[in-house]
């Protein structure tokens, strides 16, 4: 481990306190375990999904407020956490995200929920936290495989389900396998690197021309974890059967929080620890980065083209995901390509990402509330939504039309400013393949919203009754979806300034 | 008076009566609807304050309105009209104002109904004045959805299958244009602003080909909400099943909201690629207006028949928009306001039978003279306005756009080097005949509806027009009768207009 323990920050108790968002995660997953002792056996376990929420918010507010100071990076617990403007933004998507999801599971009744389910919701939010702010090898593979345990547990959470069961399993062997090259290769750094498995230990090795195919080959190796992550191609087999199979506020919550905390890690790993975009920048880093634009080619065709043939709507969401993996990996391939200006980039992918992530939880939201309501998730089972429950309707067309980037959704604005990084470093045939798989996905996208509001059901008089927490979700996303293209500057600031942090050293 | 807001405010007050009416109890009735119609009288009295205050002589745009919204994306709230536009703005506010008076009947939902119908008006405002491609595109958009609500809420006769196949063609043809929108952004300086965009177009090296290749998308991509053959198919279809009020506005004036982006962005951006494809719009409209023609001719549904004469009105438009000079554009100008009145009048006029009688079929209406004299009178005045009879605005705007194409057939085509656009002055010919046909046949059938001896005893015992529907008709009329008297009301306000275009089309 080098010198990186050697500090005495470790045991610094102000160490503690940059980490404090994710301290008191720790503290609540484990305080709403207790809580469950003490409630009567075999009672009702909602309070304790609110309880989780409530909770997630309240830190959710200490998140925000601990704004670092963006030209002053701190190190903490020797070096393993990076405290920046970057983790301070990644940390407010994933403690979102989890918040959003523990509210949407409150009444998603398909299984028996207890408090192991929220805290194991609360600690994978931590983890993901952890990864965004990850500096070193260590605590990058500490950090990815907390989250990923905790999901492989929630995907498989289902004990009813064959589905469920099978989801957890396959998560789980795919996760494993790729998670034992990823190891491989960080292996690899650690002895290149001299025994030292910070970010910056690695830069050094990767500038090192003679250290130049060990590195690639070792990236090349790193890289497998980060496409599991993310779902991009060819590391995306998993994804349609997890999301299927798991519980569908889960589903929600893979697709978007996770796949967020495997794009940071990406990026991190790729600024920091292979130098693109500083003076460290590599021969291994630009054949790291040369691979980005295959991926984000494949990624993105082959999810759009499955995505036309899904009869299920969980399984169409599934390969929407993996394309709009492909979109976001547009954003990768452009500050791979060493932009004048990376911070548009970069602020373009934590723009997507985040914007991304409220789209996506809406619709899985909707999905669940039909789900449970009608008793599938085929896409006939959305027949007549529009008129059975025309708020849930709405908020599932927004969701769509955002994710298809359709004007004035903040969708849009994503994708604009993916482009806009794109083409900035002439990625025009990217573009041009990505506006096509955009033309593409509106079939499938409509096909939903047409379902919503064209099919007839023999259902179409009975109300829909959609519990509170739920309705709150769909509505406060929706609103989000709509709103954020016009209140987009401060947003965009601030994705600016986390892009911006690369800059400054520790 | 330079520094008020007009402009945003016409935008404005149809989206503040959408959310007075949506605070107004359910069964309020009379409180809705005389919000609405309060909302959309104020609409159109501002819109005639902008009409008559724009200033002839200085031309340009202005009422402008800029402030910075997204600066790092290049963009800012900007607003502003030109002569072309301004007639546009008082075309929207009368057929509104129309649309609210003949839908007063209404019963079904009313609350949600004209709150819709507002978000709409503001939609199609907003993309009159909007002069900034970001801030038009979501207003472009902000129109589509509540029509597909409209439609598959209050439609008729397979509603939702109308419903959406106008919104799917509609939003993928905006989608074309706005792929076409985000290149031109990309290629010219990351800048949504009209005239940042305009300049730096001209100014890029290959200016030329970036205008080639991008042209087409835009004109075609907006061209689909004006009914452009083939791409019009929505539009009967999206007709027949339609509310009236909703018939009124998409026929009367969105559709010109598709010209008028067609023209603002495709060629005023791209004027060098408007004059290497025109040949192809010209040939586009020419199939248009003779589709039009044929299958207007085999209809027997009064709503299918006035649909096929928007679509001719249009194509009349889109051709003079393609002679690309300024007799074929001041004709375009009129005749998308004439035009505009005259189709919101005869769906007004359809929708009044409709909605007494629940019939269409021109075969099973007769006598109505009787019962609506009114109507028969408007519908008389619609139908020679179309055909462009002297005394009507349909005559000076269709002879300046014929007159303009045969103009045109005298000028070089860069399509095909080294000839003339000579086939135009045949397509003229041809456009006469086919809307004089078009128009004949409409004719007819208002014989048949209205002039007929009545043979069916139960229709003449319908309901008589009640006095806002008359008031709608006569406002509507009396408009087509004036204009067509006093032309210069409107034509010299599009003349300082289309200067103004052609400095820019001959600077390209």
């Known amino acids: ?506 | 008076m330079a520094n008020f807001p007009i402009l945003t405010l016409i935008m404005l007050v149809p989206i503040i009566g959408a959310a007075i009416i949506l605070l107004i109890p359910r069964e309020r009735d009379e409180a809705i609807k005389t919000v609405a119609a309060m909302a959309s009288l104020t609409s159109l009295v501002l819109s005639i304050a902008v009409f008559f205050g724009y200033d002839r002589v200085l031309g340009g745009f202005q009422f402008q309105e800029k402030i910075d919204w997204i600066p790092q994306f290049g963009i800012g709230y900007h607003v502003g009209v030109d002569g072309f536009s301004a007639p546009q703005l008082v075309l929207t506010g009368v057929v509104t104002f129309c649309a609210v008076l003949v839908s007063w009947r209404l019963q079904d939902r009313p609350r949600e109904y004209f709150a819709f119908l507002l978000v709409l008006v503001a939609g199609v405002f907003g993309s009159f004045i909007a002069l900034d491609l970001f801030l038009l595109l979501i207003f472009y958009e902000l129109v589509l959805f509540p029509v597909y609500v409209l439609i598959a809420g209050w439609g008729s006769k397979r509603r939702e299958y109308a419903a959406m196949k106008l919104t799917i063609y509609l939003f993928v043809g905006s989608l074309v244009a706005i792929v076409g929108i985000l290149a031109l952004y990309f290629l010219a300086g990351n800048s949504f602003n009209w005239f940042d965009l305009q300049a730096n177009i001209a100014a890029l090296p290959d200016t030329e080909q970036v205008q080639r290749l991008w042209f087409l998308p835009v004109f075609v991509g907006f061209g689909v909400l004006a009914s452009l053959w083939p791409f019009h198919n929505w539009s009967p279809d999206g007709y027949a099943a339609a509310p009236t009020a909703v018939s009124m506005l998409h026929g009367g004036v969105l559709k010109a909201t598709g010209a008028y982006c067609a023209l603002r962005i495709g060629v005023q951006l791209m004027p060098e690629g408007a004059k290497f494809w025109m040949p192809v719009v010209v040939f586009l409209c020419l199939a248009g207006l003779i589709y039009a023609a044929a299958i207007a001719y085999r209809q027997t549904d009064l709503k299918y028949i006035v649909g096929f004469s928007s679509v001719s009105h249009l194509g009349l438009v889109l051709l003079g928009i393609a002679a690309l000079n300024e007799l074929g554009l001041n004709g375009a100008g009129l005749e998308l306001f004439a035009g505009g009145v005259m189709t919101g009048l005869m769906f007004s006029l359809v929708g009044m039978i409709y909605e007494r009688a629940h019939l269409r079929d021109v075969r099973e209406l007769n006598g109505m003279l009787r019962v609506m004299p009114l109507a028969a009178i408007g519908f008389v005045i619609g139908a020679l306005t179309l055909m462009g009879m002297p005394g009507l605005p349909g005559f000076p705007a269709e002879l300046q756009i014929l007159m303009g194409l045969w103009d045109a057939s005298q000028t070089p085509s860069t399509m095909f080097q080294g000839s003339t656009n000579g086939w135009y002055a045949i397509v003229a010919v041809v456009a006469v005949i086919s809307i004089v046909i078009n128009a004949a046949w409409t004719l007819r059938v208002a014989q048949r509806v209205y002039f007929s001896e009545p043979k069916d005893m139960e229709l003449q015992k319908l309901p008589r027009l009640d006095a806002l529907e008359k008031v709608a008709i006569v406002f509507m009329c009396a408009i087509l009768i004036v204009v067509g008297l006093l032309p210069n009301t409107v034509m010299s306000v599009v003349e300082a207009g289309v200067q103004s275009i052609l400095r820019t089309i001959q600077a390209g």
């Open chain 1, 1 to 506: 481990m080098g010198g990186s323990f050697g500090s005495n920050a470790a045991g610094d108790a102000s160490a503690f306190l940059g980490i404090l968002p994710e301290v008191l995660l720790v503290i609540w997953g484990l305080v709403v375990l207790g809580v469950d002792l003490v409630l009567k056996h075999g009672g009702k376990r909602r309070p304790l999904g609110v309880l989780a929420a409530l909770g997630m918010l309240g830190i959710l507010v200490v998140a925000v407020l601990m704004r670092p100071p963006a030209d002053q990076p701190a190190a903490l617990l020797g070096g393993m956490v990076r405290n920046d403007m970057f983790t301070y933004v990644f940390r407010i998507i994933f403690i979102v995200g989890g918040a959003l999801t523990c509210l949407v599971s409150i009444d998603y009744r398909k299984m028996r929920i207890g408090s192991e389910y929220y805290s194991i919701v609360i600690f994978a939010t931590m983890a993901m936290s952890l990864m965004a702010a990850a500096n070193d090898l260590i605590m990058l593979y500490l950090a990815t495989e907390a989250a990923s345990f905790s999901l492989y547990l929630l995907a498989g959470f289902n004990r009813n389900s064959k589905l469920s069961a099978e989801a957890g399993i396959k998560y789980f062997i795919f996760g494993a396998v790729t998670s034992t090259v990823m190891l491989f290769g960080l292996s690899l750094f650690f002895g290149l690197s001299g025994g030292n498995t910070s970010y910056q230990a690695v830069a050094q090795a990767a500038a090192n021309p003679a250290l130049r195919v060990p590195v690639t080959f070792a990236a090349l190796l790193v890289l497998v974890g980060f496409a599991f992550k993310t779902s991009a191609v060819p590391f995306q087999f998993w994804a349609p059967d997890v999301y299927q199979g798991a519980p569908t506020p889960i589903s929600g919550f893979i697709s978007t929080a996770s796949k967020a905390a495997g794009f940071a890690i990406l990026i991190r790993f790729m600024f920091y620890g292979l130098g693109v975009g500083t003076q460290f920048a590599s021969d291994a880093a630009l054949a790291f980065a040369a691979l980005m634009q295959p991926l984000a080619i494949l990624t993105m065709v082959l999810g759009s083209l499955l995505a036309l043939m899904q009869r299920d709507v969980k399984r169409m969401l599934a390969y929407s995901s993996i394309a709009q993996a492909g979109y976001i990996l547009i954003g990768v391939t452009a500050l791979a390509a060493g932009p004048a200006e990376p911070e548009q980039a970069l602020a373009a992918v934590i723009f997507y990402v985040a914007t991304y992530l409220l789209t996506n939880i809406c619709a899985f939201a909707v999905v669940g509330m039909v789900e449970q309501r009608v008793g599938g998730t085929d896409i006939s089972d959305f027949n007549g939504l529009g008129r059975r429950a025309p708020y849930l309707a709405l908020g599932m067309t927004a969701a769509l039309l955002s994710l298809l980037g359709a004007p004035p959704l903040v969708g849009f604005v994503a994708k604009l400013v993916i482009f806009g990084a794109a083409v900035s470093v002439n990625l025009i045939g990217l573009v041009v393949i990505a506006v096509v798989m955009v033309l593409v996905s509106v079939v499938y996208y409509l096909n939903v919203v047409r379902a919503m509001y064209v099919e007839r059901t023999e259902r179409d008089a009975e109300p829909f009754y959609v519990p509170a927490p739920t309705g709150l979700v769909v509505l406060v996303t929706a609103m989000a979806i709509v709103l954020l293209t016009v209140f987009s500057p401060p947003f965009w600031n601030l994705a600016i300034e986390a892009a911006q942090s690369f800059r400054f050293p520790l």
